[in-house]
T-cell receptor
Framework: SQQGEEDPQALSIQEGENATMNCSYK?????LQWYRQNSGRGLVHLIL?????REKHSGRLRVTLDTSKKSSSLLITASRAADTASYFC????????????FGTGTQLKVEL | GAGVSQSPSNKVTEKGKDVELRCDPI?????LYWYRQSLGQGLEFLIY????????KSGLPSDRFSAERTGGSVSTLTIQRTQQEDSAVYLC?????????????FGPGTRLLVL
């Protein structure tokens, strides 16, 4: 399987703290994307980083990509209770068509 | 505008029965994907349609699974002779145009339970 690994599997923090999630993958990619899922239903796209990019920001989100280590991280700054969700990285592999290959996910809980 | 819609939201069926799951992509999106999310396997790709090209069926787990996309819009995923291991959330996504750099937009999913 080409599924990526994410760590931690679960993360519990206090509101206002930063949350960092990591993703590793196995083969060359075209891009890597981060998605959020609430209550086990639809996925919401958060941010896309291309293979030739190293860092990208969107609001309170910061994504880094290290293609030499085949890894990415998602940082959520100043977390809020509403950020509680599962977060998945997903990659589009070089030569893998346009389908997404998902990581195992990180369950984030932000407590008041 | 309207997002990706899926129906039914929930489906309970008996082992051995056939089920059909429907996906209405965002209007104008040429690419459509089906994924499955289950406890044991996580999120996995099933099938991909792009315009009039032959679909990429490489993720379908068995020949009991099939999908079609009529008129380049609505798609139906059919599971024949359902098994308990087919229980999962089936997610549909669409993408605006060809190319690997574009975002996929997901529907709310259909939760399938096979008894």
């Amino acid at each position: 399987s080409q599924q990526g690994e994410e760590d931690p599997q679960a993360l519990s923090i206090q509101e206002g703290e930063n949350a960092t999630m990591n993703c590793s993958y196995k083969t060359s990619i075209n891009n890597l994307q981060w998605y959020r899922q609430n209550s086990g239903r639809g996925l919401v796209h958060l941010i896309l980083i291309r293979s030739n990019e190293r860092e990208k920001h969107s609001g309170r989100l910061r994504v880094t990509l290290d293609t030499s280590k085949k890894s990415s991280s998602l940082l959520i700054t100043a977390s809020r209770a509403a950020d509680t969700a599962s977060y998945f990285c997903a990659t589009v592999f070089t030569g893998g068509g346009n389908k997404l290959t998902f990581g195992t996910g990180t369950q984030l809980k932000v407590e008041l | 505008g309207a997002g990706v819609s899926q129906s039914p939201s929930n489906k309970v069926t008996e082992k051995g029965k056939d089920v059909e799951l429907r996906c209405d992509p965002i209007s104008g999106h040429t690419a459509l994907y089906w994924y499955r999310q289950s406890l044991g396997q996580g999120l996995e790709f099933l099938i991909y349609f792009q315009g009039n090209s032959a679909p990429d069926k490489s993720g379908l787990p068995s020949d009991r699974f099939s999908a079609e996309r009529t008129g380049g819009s609505v798609s139906t995923l059919t599971i024949q002779r359902t098994q308990q291991e087919d229980s999962a959330v089936y997610l549909c996504a669409s993408r605006p145009k060809s190319g690997a750099q574009e975002t996929q937009y997901f529907g709310p999913g259909t939760r399938l339970l096979v008894l």
